[in-house]
């Protein structure tokens, strides 16, 4: 089973000092990937909610500082030998996405083939109202995002006539050093999603889910894996979850991997006989100490008794 770690990008911790800490952590530690989330403009919210605070108000200090995810990673490719470098998640309805491609493909090339491309729609209406793209159709947008990211990184000239772009001819370079492309993780586990993952996806990126829900939404998966004319078996999947020790298990209320070493592994155990073959988790609280701190224990106390 591979781990990630979500580097911290948001906040008054995220530095480059922070950035290098962890990743020398993560190399030190032989971790599988570090992964940046996605946001561009902090808005007032009208419509939306932050699904990750009861007031469903974005923290304070994010509004402050949020690193772009591609300056990261880009900087991190610099700096790392191995630990791969990915998305999760990149808003691909909120950007071109044939910029997008490029950004994949150059990732690719300057980290010698560790770019992992991990995509969800979003929720925040008031972003995408800004940036002027149509968040109600921000689902439709993904799909054609993905499908013209994939014909370009082919290198051959690409012709496109879609709801959203169109072009004849169009060549994009340089290519990505992985055939035929990085693996791209589909976010998400509505109904949308699970046919948008059964389209695209080389793997499955369920968010916040229990390994339960896992196992409920596989059924689904697999049909629309098969309907695809794609092979169900073994795909891959890849939770992301919080990690955070605590003295005791974890409480109503909180994240399956909370708590005790122990308690970790046995919660890593349940998901993977849910079928995950990766775990991402987010660090909480995000500060560079704790996180160096859970990389190391989540090395010694964890992953080495799995």
């Known amino acids: 089973m591979k781990f990630g770690m979500s580097i911290i990008v948001r906040g008054d911790e995220a530095t480059p000092q922070t950035f290098d800490r962890m990743a020398e952590k993560a190399e030190a530690t032989e971790l599988d990937c570090l992964w940046s989330s996605d946001h561009l403009l902090m808005l007032p919210m009208v419509h939306s909610k932050y699904p990750g605070t009861a007031d469903g108000e974005l923290p304070e200090p994010w509004k402050r500082t949020y690193y772009q995810p591609f300056s990261v990673l880009n900087y991190l490719a610099g700096r790392t030998t191995k630990v791969r470098l990915g998305t999760s998640v990149l808003v691909l309805p909120m950007r071109n996405p044939m910029e997008a491609a490029a ?5 690719d090339q300057v980290s010698g083939g560790r770019a992992n491309f991990g995509v969800g729609v979003g929720w925040y209406q008031e ?22 990211a994939t014909r370009l990184w082919s290198g051959e000239p690409t012709d496109f006539d879609g709801e959203f772009y169109q072009f004849k001819g169009a060549r994009l370079g340089p290519r990505p050093v992985q055939r035929p492309h990085p693996p791209i993780y589909v976010g998400g586990h509505t109904p949308a999603a699970l046919k948008r993952t059964a389209r695209f ?7 916040k889910v229990l390994p339960e829900d896992v196992v ?48 970790i592994i046995d919660t890593i155990r349940r998901f993977q006989d849910a079928g995950a073959t990766e775990m991402c988790f987010d660090i909480v609280p995000e500060t560079a100490d704790n996180a160096v701190e859970t990389m190391d224990r989540f090395a010694n106390e964890v992953r080495a008794k799995l």
């Open 103 to 107: 950004q994949v493909a150059e990732l």
């Open 127 to 148: 972003e995408y109202d800004a940036l002027g793209y149509p968040f109600r159709k921000r689902g439709r947008r993904c799909n054609e995002g993905l499908e013209i």
């Open 201 to 207: 996806a080389d793997v499955w990126h369920p968010f």
């Open 216 to 263: 409920n939404l596989r059924p689904e998966l697999e049909r629309l894996l098969a309907a695809e004319g794609r092979d169900a078996k073994d795909f891959p999947i890849a939770p992301k979850v919080s990690l955070i020790f605590q003295d005791g298990p974890a409480s109503d209320g909180q994240p399956p991997t909370q708590g005790r070493p122990q308690d």
